[in-house]
């Protein structure tokens, strides 16, 4: 028995499942472009052996431990380290047995896919995970990450990523990113196998924790005066030709709307003396982090970086784990998000200009069809991000498509991203893409909404084409 | 020719009805777990003969009369008496010649499949309803009702239903589950087959009708002063546990929004004082709900009584026929609601709670993907209730499992609630879920998402499994 | 090799689609009812040729040029006159140059089907659009135009149409539709063919431009003093009056918001007073347009008029496009909009008479499970309009039958709109939707939900039987 049917996801129907595999087979081999995650650049600049099989595949990963806490597994038991110190000593062989023993709760989730495709395609393992097997299978991944085949840049090859962004702030000096321009490994193929990318929230976001003192620090890592308006723009600039030279071809920004402002520059100055003195008022970090959208957009058209707009998400949700493990523990809840009058005054800004791209996510399904892809499909500096985070799945895949194409069509979206810490599910998740795209497509055709020669060029964009375009690479 | 094909409901593609068919041949003839609904425990206390068609068919069921109200049947036609006492002499047989008539009204909806599996599998006709057939039809379910077999209990154990949860008010003396409680039929299978559940609406919303009167009578019946916070307090839960005694194992909260609020102790003794002194105000009103929510939190706590929260229903959206024919009269409508932020006092006081249990229901599909979804699959105490009143049909739990499934998994959500008054209706209604489940799990074993052995297991779990775990039958 | 495949839009599983193909075969041929539209009534009165292939096909069409605007074409370009006059002199050959060119943005979307319909039934085109073939498919279609078989009339009679309306302001003066009361080719059938319907929104709506001039004029042309609320409400009769005697059946209301008002008398004339005398304030004028929504019921149910309200739009969103190129360029787009509390004034009014009926349209898809089919489920005097504008495509028309005829049966809908100005579209557009009703009903009877015999009526009713009772045609 394999863990992984070569008809996976495809449609049940024989003609339409016939269309979706040609298209597939078409696809299937192309390189990978992640142009946009989270993976650790350290990884790939110190090629160090991953430690062992919780460390790499339970601990960074939310969409794991968020499903395991759903069901009254302690964060802490899983070696989530507590601020009061619980979990740093749990025994990872323990961890990964509860991993086993809960292993039933994912099933109908991707999160099951993806670690079954690592399993049985990265380690060969072709056994359904479970308590009965659990050491079993710690002990063989374990014993595959000592050897160098396992090691970082031996699997980006195997997994044959072309280029991977990872994500960074302002303040971060790229030291990772610096090693590795050094290295003959990042330019073997003759372009950057590793980027960055530009993350400015921890500089912008009034909200964020200790913003003043970053940006005092931005100050002092750009030599502007930072305390002033113009100086901190420009320490913006500055920054971002330091990330451009570290390969950067965008810019990410995730705040909790997506609302813009283009306000007066006295009006601008006298908002950033106010956000700079002290807790800003709720109104003024909204409208400071609105008004910044668009003057990254401002940026954008000068320096030419893509600009990536990740609104909507409730950080942190329970204060209870926020206080005692801190951010990023699996609590980020959706919240509804408005476009239409959000963007607004950035688009009357600089909407119609034929230099600004801006991708634009969400974790509210609901603006698909009425906003998103209304304004994408008529709007040229806007393109659709793919189906994010919680989206990220075969079904949450399918209503993308089905609530985008027929308004903004497939030029207006962007191909896919795995936007993950979990570098070994990579290859999986771009593989569900592929799959769920060649799916759509193949309904498509079968219902003869398609034909199938442009059915296999649509696939083509959508797994290479179109992120290569929309990120610049 | 059968008004019930064996196949109904399954899907097309005959790889996947295959698959569907042996799911649901695993599960069909479960027992049936009726944990949350609204039938009249009289019924089974006096156990005493159904009048007529009309009466035990369209006059209790609010699907069947609002649609044939919104082609311009009046309600005092099918015999909904008017406080003018319009319809009070409504002959029966006419009101089931206006359904016959208008049968056609209900192609497509769920109504149609309950009313004809009723027919079918209940009083053996095999014909569809017609104006032709009306008068042979009503004569023979007329018949049909005055034979014991068509007695309450005997359709209860026909219908092989294990428990059923009956919905009362904490004013409700609940005799007949006293009555019960002194029969053998109650404990025939060494558990009690029909229990209470905890609604105290009447006593926590203040705009429901007479709620300072009711908060008064609510003093009276548990010898506590509840005109003070305390005292309000303790008779809850000197309530609940009367309502336990019966066999309550759940309370039922059925506010406008999912408000909750987590006040200090002198702040909610002021804002009870205000509520109990005259007309609330709207703010006021929504406030006490909001803190009440995060009291039962607290209560459940204690006494393991699971929460159903049921949110989001504008009630009585005609005032013209409020006025004229009072509530219930198919006029309440689903708006928009919030859980993410309207949760969020509730959850950062208990959310991590073992031992609590909340479910939750939405008449909003929009929050299942974006907010529900999210939230039930990371607290422990929150899990997903089934789709709900206007969403109870074949596509309304296709997409509540294709919304849900891969943030949540299954473990998360608590099988079905049929939700009614309609006694007949109940075989139908789970027949219809289990169908619906089996018919996404067969999709997802012929996408090679899930094994045929874990989808078995999974089938068994959503038509008994979590119910009975979840409401902690 | 043929641009049009004869199961196009039927499901790919073989029983179904075969179910599809029976029901489509009983409907394809009836005539097509388009009692909601904005063709120009120019066309049928005076029968004149079209001039050329871009100016019938491109320049007239926001969905032709919006796709081609959102990959940065411009708008000039395309032949679409800007204020500074750039765009005036565009040649239509270099126009239809441009369309072939950027062909493949289309693919999956409705315009592609549209106009490949129209390619290949209108024209006889067999061969996919391109920049190879664009000359020649440009001469073809332009010679067509020359040629009697292709003037507006003889289209209408080869397109079996039984009836049309077009959409007027109160103030137009109906020239074209009185020229034709005069041609006996409009009565041939019997009953007129081309028929208006009254759109008020421009003395109705405050925000619209020369708001307070138009209702001065809609007082010349009336004869009544509409400086005075009476005598502006005496107007609006008066001109519904004469809309009838050319032929209306319905009025149409474009407002921002659903929202209504029950306004005391006095209450009305002084909000009159105040938008009359100034620019009104964003309140006052969505306040009137409210109270205006609820002052055409009232009229309708003297007149018989039927009230079409689309609401949601949030038009010309872009405002350099809008400075440029003024109004309809393709940047209106969807907002969220709530029905359940907008319409509740209305309702409480009105909203139970048997007289009254209101189709009711939404550019806010979550609307139609959780407001729409609940409202028009119950209440008499709504129906549900077919999903439009950006939904009126495949996938579109899919989920607006899954998402109402589980609560709101087919007969609370009204048939299919095309709602175009793309006259030569107008068969592709119902042929779609009749194709796209009957994929809907054969699954239903292939999941035996609904039996052959009854799909085959409700087929009929979806393509010309609702519409017809509907528009009280």
């Given at each position: 028995?394999s863990?992984l049917h070569p008809d996976r996801l495809f449609p049940a129907e024989p003609a339409t499942r016939a269309i979706a595999r040609r298209l597939y087979d078409g696809i299937r081999h192309l390189p990978i472009l992640s142009?946009?995650?989270?993976?650790?650049?350290?990884?790939?600049?110190?090629?160090?052996?991953?430690?062992?099989?919780?460390?790499?595949?339970?601990?960074?990963?939310?969409?794991?431990?968020?499903?395991?806490?759903?069901?009254?597994?302690?964060?802490?038991?899983?070696?989530?380290?507590?601020?009061?110190?619980?979990?740093?000593?749990?025994?990872?062989?323990?961890?990964?047995?509860?991993?086993?023993?809960?292993?039933?709760?994912?099933?109908?989730?991707p999160?099951?896919m993806w670690?079954e495709h690592?399993?049985s395609e990265?380690?060969?393992?072709?056994?359904?995970?479970?308590?009965?097997?659990?050491?079993?299978?710690?002990?063989?991944?374990?014993?595959?990450?000592?050897?160098?085949?396992?090691?970082?840049?031996?699997?980006?090859?195997?997994f044959n990523?072309e280029?991977?962004?990872?994500?960074?702030?302002?303040?971060?000096?790229?030291?990772?990113?610096?090693?590795?321009?050094?290295?003959?490994?990042?330019?073997?193929?003759?372009?950057?196998?590793?980027?960055?990318?530009?993350?400015?929230?921890?500089?912008?976001?009034?909200?964020?924790?200790?913003?003043?003192?970053?940006?005092?620090?931005?100050?002092?890592?750009?030599?502007?005066?930072?305390?002033?308006?113009?100086?901190?723009?420009?320490?913006?600039?500055?920054?971002?030709?330091?990330?451009?030279?570290?390969?950067?071809?965008?810019?990410?920004?995730?705040?909790?709307?997506?609302?813009?402002?283009?306000?007066?520059?006295?009006?601008?100055?006298?908002?950033?003396?106010?956000?700079?003195?002290?807790?800003?008022?709720?109104?003024?970090?909204?409208?400071?982090?609105?008004?910044?959208?668009?003057?990254?957009?401002?940026?954008?058209?000068?320096?030419?970086?893509?600009?990536?707009?990740?609104?909507?998400?409730?950080?942190?949700?329970?204060?209870?784990?926020?206080?005692?493990?801190?951010?990023?523990?699996?609590?980020?809840?959706?919240?509804?998000?408005?476009?239409?009058?959000?963007?607004?005054?950035?688009?009357?800004?600089?909407?119609?200009?034929?230099?600004?791209?801006?991708?634009?996510?969400?974790?509210?399904?609901?603006?698909y069809?009425?906003?998103?892809?209304?304004?994408?499909?008529?709007?040229?500096?806007?393109?659709l991000g793919p189906s994010w985070?919680?989206f990220d799945a075969p079904d949450g895949m399918r209503r993308f498509r089905e609530m985008t194409t027929e308004?903004a069509g497939f030029a207006n979206t962007v191909g896919f991203n795995d936007?993950?810490?979990?570098?070994?599910s990579i290859p999986a998740r771009h593989d569900v893409c592929r799959r769920a795209d060649c799916s759509y497509l193949a309904r498509l055709v079968a219902e003869h909404r398609l034909e199938e020669d442009e059915a296999h060029e649509v696939a083509h964009d959508l797994a290479y084409g179109l992120a290569r375009k929309a990120?610049?690479?």
């Amino acid at each position: 028995m394999s863990l992984l049917h070569p008809d996976r996801l495809f449609p049940a129907e024989p003609a339409t499942r016939a269309i979706a595999r040609r298209l597939y087979d078409g696809i299937r081999h192309l390189p990978i472009l992640s142009p946009h995650g989270h993976t650790d650049p350290a990884w790939f600049a110190d090629n160090e052996a991953f430690t062992n099989p919780s460390a790499l595949l339970i601990q960074p990963d939310h969409y794991v431990f968020r499903m395991l806490c759903s069901q009254g597994v302690l964060l802490e038991d899983l070696g989530i380290p507590a601020r009061d110190g619980a979990g740093a000593e749990a025994d990872p062989r323990e961890v990964w047995r509860l991993l086993a023993r809960h292993w039933a709760l994912f099933r109908g989730t991707p999160t099951r896919m993806w670690l079954e495709h690592v399993f049985s395609e990265v380690f060969g393992t072709q056994e359904r995970l479970s308590e009965a097997n659990a050491d079993a299978q710690y002990d063989h991944i374990n014993e595959c990450l000592k050897r160098p085949e396992f090691r970082p840049r031996a699997l980006f090859e195997r997994f044959n990523i072309e280029v991977i962004a990872t994500t960074e702030s302002p303040l971060d000096p790229l030291a990772h990113h610096a090693k590795l321009a050094a290295d003959p490994w990042q330019k073997a193929k003759g372009r950057p196998r590793v980027i960055t990318a530009y993350r400015p929230d921890p500089v912008v976001d009034p909200e964020y924790e200790g913003f003043i003192r970053n940006v005092e620090e931005f100050g002092a890592l750009t030599g502007e005066d930072t305390r002033t308006w113009s100086g901190y723009l420009h320490a913006h600039r500055i920054r971002r030709e330091y990330f451009k030279s570290h390969g950067a071809t965008s810019t990410d920004h995730g705040h909790p709307s997506a609302r813009t402002a283009d306000l007066a520059a006295a009006q601008c100055a006298a908002l950033f003396d106010r956000v700079m003195s002290g807790p800003a008022s709720r109104d003024d970090a909204e409208l400071f982090r609105a008004q910044m959208l668009t003057e990254m957009a401002r940026m954008s058209m000068d320096d030419g970086l893509v600009m990536q707009i990740h609104p909507g998400s409730v950080r942190n949700h329970s204060a209870q784990t926020l206080a005692r493990f801190g951010r990023d523990k699996g609590f980020d809840i959706p919240a509804r998000t408005d476009y239409v009058t959000a963007l607004k005054p950035l688009l009357d800004r600089f909407g119609l200009e034929p230099t600004l791209s801006i991708i634009l996510f969400t974790l509210d399904e609901t603006s698909y069809s009425r906003e998103l892809a209304p304004l994408a499909g008529v709007y040229p500096s806007l393109k659709l991000g793919p189906s994010w985070w919680f989206f990220d799945a075969p079904d949450g895949m399918r209503r993308f498509r089905e609530m985008t194409t027929e308004t903004a069509g497939f030029a207006n979206t962007v191909g896919f991203n795995d936007d993950t810490r979990a570098f070994l599910s990579i290859p999986a998740r771009h593989d569900v893409c592929r799959r769920a795209d060649c799916s759509y497509l193949a309904r498509l055709v079968a219902e003869h909404r398609l034909e199938e020669d442009e059915a296999h060029e649509v696939a083509h964009d959508l797994a290479y084409g179109l992120a290569r375009k929309a990120y610049r690479l």
